[in-house]
């Protein structure tokens, strides 16, 4: 079974420009949450969505935002990019709005962004 | 925010040997205290997971220590191996408000060497 895909694996972008992130999730997962991971820290909580709702937003500015499909894939959008927006962007699925039962969310391998 | 400090920041331990990280946290109202393993390239990877009622949960060579009182917890990796060799980073999960997340330690970067 094919766990979270999300594209591109890599990007370059130069500053104030924007950028698209893409994410399905698992099948049959209908909540996606998006984490960024600057290098060497651990992933930061950015937006968590369910059924198209958002249902959580961590500690980031209104430059980011994010969506869900019906088909339960995401998008997360970063405008006006900023040197400091270099990481790895990471999505994550859940079967429901609540953890799985092992309070696990699932990650895909990432969209590493890079600002020149 | 949910703070918890993760600790050391790196770690090289021979094949064999036992692997010990820590964790603090702040606060109490969490759900779940997980462990995810990430190795380069690749997106983390729960291995082990304990509720706040429990002390010890283990799992092959993997155990996790929870004191609910010291706000600690902590991974203990049995008879390393190279390919335990991978950066590990405690979390707190918490779902409140219709929302689900996790807070993240800074990470271990576990190397083991033959």
């Known amino acids: 079974d094919a766990g979270v895909t999300q594209s591109p694996t890599h990007l370059i972008k130069t500053r104030g420009q924007q950028v698209t992130l893409r994410c399905s999730p698992i099948?049959?997962?209908?909540?996606v949450s998006w984490y960024q991971q600057v290098l060497g820290q651990g992933p930061q909580f950015i937006f968590q969505?369910?059924?198209?709702?958002?249902?959580g937003r961590g500690n980031f500015p209104d430059r980011f935002s994010a969506r869900q499909f019906p088909n339960y894939s995401s998008e997360l959008n970063v405008n006006a990019l900023l040197l400091g927006d270099s990481a790895l962007y990471l999505c994550?699925?859940?079967?429901?709005?609540?953890?799985?039962?092992?309070?696990?969310?699932?990650f895909g391998e990432g969209s590493r962004l890079t600002v020149l | 925010q949910q703070q918890v400090k993760q600790s050391p920041q790196s770690l090289i331990v021979q094949k064999g040997g036992i692997s010990i990280i820590n964790c603090a946290y702040e606060?109490?109202?969490?759900?779940?205290f997980p462990w995810y393993q990430q190795f380069p390239g690749k997106g983390p990877a729960l291995l082990i997971a304990?509720?706040?009622?429990?002390s010890e949960k283990k799992e092959g060579r993997f155990t996790i220590s929870f004191n609910k009182s010291a706000k600690q917890f902590s991974l203990h990796i049995m008879d390393s191996q190279p390919g335990d060799s991978a950066t590990y980073f405690c979390a707190l999960s918490y779902s409140g408000a219709g929302s689900y997340q996790l807070t993240f330690g800074k990470g271990t970067k576990l190397s083991v060497i033959p």
């Open positions: 994550a699925s859940t079967p429901g709005p609540q953890g799985a039962n092992t309070g696990e969310l699932f």
């Open positions: 969505y369910y059924e198209k709702e958002e249902r």
């Open positions: 304990i509720r706040p009622d429990v």
């Open positions: 606060n109490t109202a969490f759900d779940y």
């Open positions: 099948s049959g997962h209908k909540s």
